[in-house]
C-alpha cells in the first residue's frame, strides 16, 4: 500500500519559516501517483487533528484552511512524489506534529476529499514555534 514518510520538521521562532516534505511511494498495481490526493495535517497536544492543506495531485489544484491560509504553501514535485509543505509567519499556535496523508484513488473518493477519506498516514514531523 502507499507509504508516505514526513522530514523537514524542527524549532523555529515565532515569524520563521519551515519547508515540510512528504516523499510518497509502493503505489498498488494500476495505480500512480497522480490518482491521490495528498493532505497535509497536524495535531497539538490536547487539541483535535486538523487538516490544514491538501493537493490534488492529477491537476495541482490546492486547498487550505483558514487558520493557514495566506502564511501556508502546498506544491507537488510530481517527478519525484514529494509533496511539500512551505510554511511562513509560524506562530507558537502552530506548533504540533505535521503529517501527511494519502487519500484515493480518485475513482473512489470525492474532490476534494473528506477527512475520513485518508485512510493511509505517514508518522509524522514535530514542528515547534517559540516565542
Known amino acids: 500500500e502507499v507509504t508516505l514518510v514526513e522530514s523537514g520538521g524542527g524549532v523555529v521562532r515565532a515569524g520563521g519559516s519551515l519547508r515540510l516534505s512528504c516523499v510518497v511511494s509502493r503505489f498498488p498495481l494500476g495505480d500512480t501517483y497522480a490518482d491521490y490526493a495528498i493532505g497535509w495535517f497536524r495535531q497539538a497536544p490536547g487539541k483535535r487533528t486538523e487538516e490544514i492543506a491538501c493537493?490534488?495531485?492529477?491537476?495541482?489544484?490546492?486547498f487550505y484552511a483558514d487558520s493557514v491560509k495566506g502564511r501556508f504553501t502546498i506544491s507537488s514535485d510530481d517527478a519525484n512524489y514529494t509533496v511539500y509543505l512551505q510554511m511562513n509567519a509560524l506562530e507558537p499556535e502552530d506548533t504540533a506534529v505535521y503529517f501527511c496523508a494519502a487519500a484515493g484513488p480518485y475513482r473512489v473518493v470525492p474532490r476534494p476529499p473528506k477527512e475520513h477519506d485518508y485512510r493511509l498516514r505517514g508518522r509524522g514531523t514535530q514542528v515547534t514555534v517559540s516565542s
Open positions: 493537493i490534488m495531485t492529477d491537476d495541482g489544484e490546492t
